[in-house]
């Protein structure tokens, strides 16, 4: 069973368009954290978030934390080839010593 | 700070062998994760070292997997009689003492023939 759903898994886009990428859970997490990564590289941290309903901004990048801190969201505005990449979600759930739980990518192709 | 570091970035060896990799976290984090991941697929929890002790092991962590961080610093995850099935990206990550951010290595990219 995955605990934390990621939709789509694959996406590809053209240079300039949006999109928004989904992380799901029925658990609830104390935090819930999205990363990026490049073939060949390890995962890069882009944001933490810990609030319901939180929301940050990193330029194009948008992040919500859902509510009731089960789910959160990815929004990119104007796509851009160098956002080519895997992009992960992993949360934290209280009192699980610390580990996270992944969900599986979505994979994303930004084509010019 | 440098960041995360792992040695060696590729290993290619033949079934059956020994294989070793080393991590070494930010200085100062007290948390060491190790991961291993597929092609396509998200990290899959190894172990995890709070300092030098090791709190929890997956159960994916057969007993050919040995995972060491003896001084709480540097980590070594060891492979004992490869097989084909371990071929994958294996990621380190280790975490200061609060909250639950992990900063990940380049990772060590594994296959096994």
């Known amino acids: 069973t995955q605990l934390l759903e990621q939709s789509p898994q694959f996406l590809s886009i053209q240079e300039g368009e949006n999109l928004t990428v989904y992380c799901n859970s029925s658990s609830v997490f104390s935090s819930l954290q999205w990363y990026r990564q490049e073939p060949g590289e390890g995962p890069v941290l882009l944001v933490t978030?810990?609030?319901g309903g939180e929301v940050k901004k990193l330029k194009r990048l948008t992040f919500q934390f859902g509510d009731a801190r089960k789910d959160s969201s990815l929004h990119i505005t104007a796509a851009q080839p160098g956002d080519t990449g895997l992009y992960l979600c992993a949360g934290e759930r209280a009192g699980n010593n610390r580990k996270l739980i992944w969900g599986l990518g979505t994979s994303l192709a930004v084509n010019p | 700070d440098t960041g995360v570091s792992q040695d060696p970035r590729h290993k290619i060896t033949k079934r059956g062998q020994n294989v070793t990799f080393r991590c070494d976290p930010i200085?100062?984090?007290?948390?060491l994760y190790w991961y291993r991941q597929t092609l396509g697929q998200g990290p899959e929890f190894l172990t995890y070292?709070?300092?030098?002790?090791?709190?929890?092991k997956s159960r994916l962590l057969s007993d050919r997997f040995s995972a060491e961080r003896p001084k709480g610093s540097f980590s070594t995850l060891e492979i004992q009689r490869t097989e084909q099935g371990d071929s994958a990206m294996y990621l380190c990550a280790s975490g200061p003492g609060q909250g639950e951010t992990q900063y990940f290595g380049p990772g060590t990219r594994l296959l096994v023939l």
């Open positions: 200085s100062e984090h007290n948390r």
């Open positions: 978030v810990v609030t």
């Open positions: 070292f709070q300092n030098e002790a090791q709190l929890e």
